[in-house]
T-cell receptor, first 114, second 112 residues
């Protein structure tokens, strides 16, 4: 069965520092991959997605993610974090050929300190 | 494009009552919609897949008689929480098919 692991429950970074959030998945084929951000009490906003092609994906708000097949990973990165980036981040995988369902990791809570 | 709306955005109800949550696709037609539930400070859990014109498909452990899903048209899917209890209090979110990847804004249900 497919699974998504976000090893870091909570991360604290200083404003202006770089950020990397980890995501590992388990599936027999290459799934669709997504990163979402959720502010407190709010819905989800899509940051970026990977279906195929270039393994380095650019998203909104200065985020990027790199798909590494050999490591079954899809880590999210940002070179310089802003205070407004504090939120919950979810990685999701959407295995192809399963009716478009997809499943979420447990999330990483990001705190940004001045 | 690919906008999904939900109504209501929040609802408070008494234990034992039923609550209906609507999920509408505003600028696309969807034969399939997905319903998720999110408990505080937890991840989203897929509850069920609603299918236009046919029965919904429920994930393991989700009570189909308690969470009634109706996909009456290509733009509307509804989730009814029947005989709600405090443990049903949660954030319910719907989503369109993968090629849109867009979620509704969510409905906060509080059962007293």
């Amino acid at each position: 069965a497919q699974s998504v692991t976000q090893p870091d429950i909570h991360i604290t970074v200083s404003e202006g520092a770089s950020l990397e959030l980890r995501c590992n998945y388990s599936y027999g084929a290459t799934p669709y991959l997504f990163w979402y951000v959720q502010s407190p009490g709010q819905g989800l906003q899509l940051l970026l997605k990977y279906f195929s092609g270039d393994t380095l994906v650019q998203g909104i708000k200065g985020f990027e993610a790199e798909f590494k097949r050999s490591q079954s990973s899809f880590n999210l990165r940002k070179p310089s974090v802003h205070w407004s980036d504090a939120a919950e981040y979810f990685c999701a995988v959407g295995p192809p050929n399963t009716g478009n369902q997809f499943y979420f990791g447990t999330g990483t809570s990001l705190t940004v300190i001045p | 494009g690919a906008v999904v709306s939900q109504h209501p955005s929040w609802v408070i109800c008494k234990s034992g009552t039923s609550v209906k949550i609507e999920c509408r696709s505003l600028d696309f037609q969807a034969t399939t919609m997905f319903w998720y539930r999110q408990f505080p400070k937890q991840s989203l859990m897929l509850m069920a897949t609603s299918n236009e014109g046919s029965k919904a498909t429920y994930e393991q452990g989700v009570e189909k008689d308690k969470f009634l899903i109706n996909h009456a048209s290509l733009t509307l899917s509804t989730l009814t929480v029947t005989s709600a209890h405090p443990e049903d209090s949660s954030f319910y979110i719907c989503r369109g098919p993968t090629d849109t990847q867009y979620f509704g804004p969510g409905t906060r249900l509080t059962v007293l």
